[in-house]
């Protein structure tokens, strides 16, 4: 069965507190993965995607990576503002000749001043 | 910008009233999608359309019917509400089919009584 994890549930930094938040997936026909941010009462915004195991993308304070198994967002030196909570995506092939895009539950950040 | 546009923030409808929720997309987009998020289990796909008048099942449709009869308009049809459809339900357009990002309304926060 396709399935998305992320750890951990949540997480509390200091500000300028550097760390990594984690998306494992197990499906089938991976097309890429996506991140995206959401913050509260507001809908998921799109940050990066990522093809193929090895690639790499970088907003700002943020840092996409892709493996076989496994995505990570590292945040570095993180502020306030980067407060939400951050969902991965997978994109795989469907039954149908559409793409279907299976998410995660989500990491919630807090980044205390 | 994409602008994806959910006509109400907040509902409260109580148990066996038929429920309509509207979406709409400016930038022309094939795809649209409908989704609910509930705490812990992440974004479940409820249907989604490909083209004007064409609707496909995603995960969870029980319960739940669609309809799209212009290309910039998505409606999510509850035909008899009930509690276990309490939830934040996400309206969500995407260029064409393949790997592209989904943009997002900023949600309907339902409760049904």
């Known amino acids: 069965e396709d399935q998305v994890t992320q750890s951990p549930e949540a997480l509390r930094l200091q500000e300028g507190e550097s760390s990594s938040l984690n998306c494992s997936y197990t499906v089938s026909g991976l097309r890429g993965l996506f991140w995206y941010r959401q913050d509260p009462g507001k809908g998921p915004e799109f940050l990066f995607t990522?093809?193929?195991a090895g690639e790499e993308k970088e907003k700002e304070r943020l840092k996409a990576t892709l493996t076989k198994k496994e995505s990570f967002l590292h945040i570095t030196a993180p502020k306030p503002e980067d407060s939400a909570t951050y969902l991965c995506?997978?994109?795989?092939?469907?039954?149908?000749?559409?793409?279907?895009?299976?998410f995660g539950p989500g990491t919630s950040l807090s980044v205390i001043p | 910008d994409v602008k994806v546009t959910q006509s109400s923030r907040y509902l409260v409808k109580r148990t066996g009233e038929k429920v309509f929720l509207e979406c709409v997309q400016d930038m022309d987009h094939e795809n649209m999608f409908w989704y609910r998020q509930d705490p812990g289990l992440g974004l479940r796909l409820i249907y989604f359309s490909y083209d004007v008048k064409m609707k496909e099942k995603g995960d969870i449709p029980e319960g739940y019917s669609v309809s799209r009869e212009k290309k910039e308009r998505f409606s999510l049809i509850l035909e008899s509400a009930s509690t276990n459809q309490t939830s934040m339900y996400l309206c969500?357009?995407?260029?064409?089919?393949?790997?592209?990002?989904?943009?997002f309304g900023n949600g309907t926060r339902l409760t049904v009584t």
């Open positions: 995506a997978v994109g795989a092939v469907g039954k149908t000749s559409y793409d279907k895009v299976i």
């Open positions: 990522l093809y193929s």
């Open positions: 969500a357009s995407r260029a064409d089919r393949g790997l592209k990002p989904l943009h």
